[in-house]
């Protein structure tokens, strides 16, 4: 009995001593339509919030990356006007150029208590223009006025070190949104719907996954194994000599009565 009990008291302090010893990272995740929230029917979603709920939603089969619901985030920048304010300035700035306010990032995430965080912007744009417009805005417009040339949906992330503020990793992606006549509109709920329902797929399998994927492994890089070339020692090189009659070794009496009855017009097949 006593075995047993030591036994039970070895791998408990064994695993507790591994779970202590555990690196663990805190993240942040900041979309720049953090507070654009819709809750009607009649409004769908900004891109940049369904990306970032889903790398949330992805982040939960990583028992080390801990990260904060966006409706947590929210009620908290709302009990501190000054921090919400901050929080505006930072993800309205990566919003219009994609530049970090490092200093603000940094009074952000020590307020919520982690080191690190992920900005993330979305927008759509075309080839007649560079003005950023919101992915539903389009719709809208296209859908009132019939337009038809083909537009792009932009999302780019960017992963900080608010310890040393720097970029530890950043991603750009691209969606055409268009259809393959190059129409992208909606005449009534049911089809917006449907356009909705495409930006999330694409979210889930795609960009919002890719995502996931490149901050675990920026804070669980793989290990990287080195190892040692010998090189093969110089070998003298022997020196070819000619051998008379070589090719009688290989002599067939069969290779030359095949020669002998083969077309000189046609190709010479050897049958062995």
Known sequence: MKKIIFIFLFFEILFTGLKANAIEFNLLVLPTNLFSVCDNYFCFPEVSNIVAEDIIDNMTQYKNIHTISLAEVRKKLFQNPTLKHKTE????????????????????TDAFGVKSALLITSYTI????????????????????????PFELKTSAVLTDNVNNIVMWSGKYSKEVSDSEGYYSAKNQTEAISQL?????????????????????RFFPREVRTFTVSKPKTEAVEEKKFIPNALDKIYDPRMLKQFNNTDTNGDIIFAL
């Open 126 to 149: 075309n080839d007649k223009t560079t003005l950023r417009r919101n992915l539903w805005d389009i719709l809208e417009v296209a859908s009132a006025f019939g337009i038809t040339y």
């Open 197 to 217: 329902e495409k930006i999330k797929e694409y979210s889930k399998n795609n960009v919002s996954q890719n995502i996931s994927q490149n901050v675990f492994m």
């Open 89 to 108: 300035n930072v993800i309205g700035q990566f919003a219009k150029n994609e530049k970090i306010d490092f200093a603000s990032l940094k009074d952000v």
